[in-house]
């Protein structure tokens, strides 16, 4: 009788020993880069709907940073001068990619200096960084100046498109279309990771380029000169650069957007995110060049911020000025919810109403300990 109990016992203390090898504790690598793991040390990688790829994040890029600003740079440069305007746009266009990429460069040093504090790469924006870097109460300010520098973008949409379509639609107040516009607004924004946002942005895209090339066609048979009698000027007094640099630093409007977007790429695209926004930047720093130095030549001195008031002052086709009021309009729109996504972010994290990501390390962590948990009642069980 001895015997068979201590057989019997020795059988139950190998079956809880294999049941303890089986548990699937998660190592810290994978609790780091909040990735399901299989077979021993090694992480394997899942698709997750929610990440994007890269030319994904070349299109946030390049949507994210033309807009309203974009259609102001025959404005700043009727301002400067031709000269002014390109020596200023040419020392700011490169500070300013220098600069978005200097964010991607710091969140990926933290990142390797281990200062993640267990946090994923997806789950690390604009406040960790900061905080990284300048301490908790510098975080928490950077998060307040994206939070108000993207709610003012998106105000600012709001009177553009109300504008714009009261140009097509005069029997209609600017007031009247806000209103009908935050139908939209409220059930674009529902979307909340930026992998669902790349319909939006591509539309939006075809329809601000479509735009875009609506104006170089109604100017580039102007080059001559014919809609303007006054000489170009190639300079403009000083007083007028803040002008032209506050133009640019507008037009380069989707700055709060860029560790938001990095945050969304699949682990396997990350290190190749500085090389799209690079490119990305550059497209945009180069359209900005062709609609500033095009209008300008074509059309002379530019007194308003708004391109296609201009086109409708210099006696142009008035169904072409309505078609680029509604394709604008439309594009702005359409990028409201992308402009939206950071501060919606940074609330919904204040306020405790983060949506719960299966991939977050501590939702992994969490179902592993229930996983441990519930290991020995289930060998018990079979048993």
Known sequence: MTTQTTKQSGKRTRMNAQSEDSRPILPKSARHEGRPTSGGNHTTETENPDELKLWQAYIHVVKGNIGPGCLSMPYAFSQGGLFIALGVLSAFAPACIYCMLLLVWSKHKMLADGGGQGLSARHINFEEVGAYALGPMGGQMIELFVSFTQLGVCSIYFDFCSTNLNAVFPAIAPKVFIILMIPVVMATVMVRDARGLVVFSTIAAVLIFSALLTI????????????????????????????????LAFAFEGIGLILPIESSLADSHRAGFPMVLALGMSTVAVVFLITGVLCFVALGDVDSASITAVLSGKGLGEKVIDTLNMLVSMAVLLTYPLQFLPPV?????????????????????HASELNIAAAPEGAGGTQ
């Open 216 to 247: 170089y066609g109604e100017v580039i048979p102007h080059l001559g000169g014919d809609l303007h009698n006054a000489p170009l000027r190639m300079g403009g007094p000083m007083s007028h650069i803040p002008v032209v640099f506050g133009s």
């Open 345 to 365: 972010q940074i609330l919904e994290k204040r306020t405790g109403l983060e949506r719960k990501d299966p991939e977050s390390p501590s939702w992994k962590v």
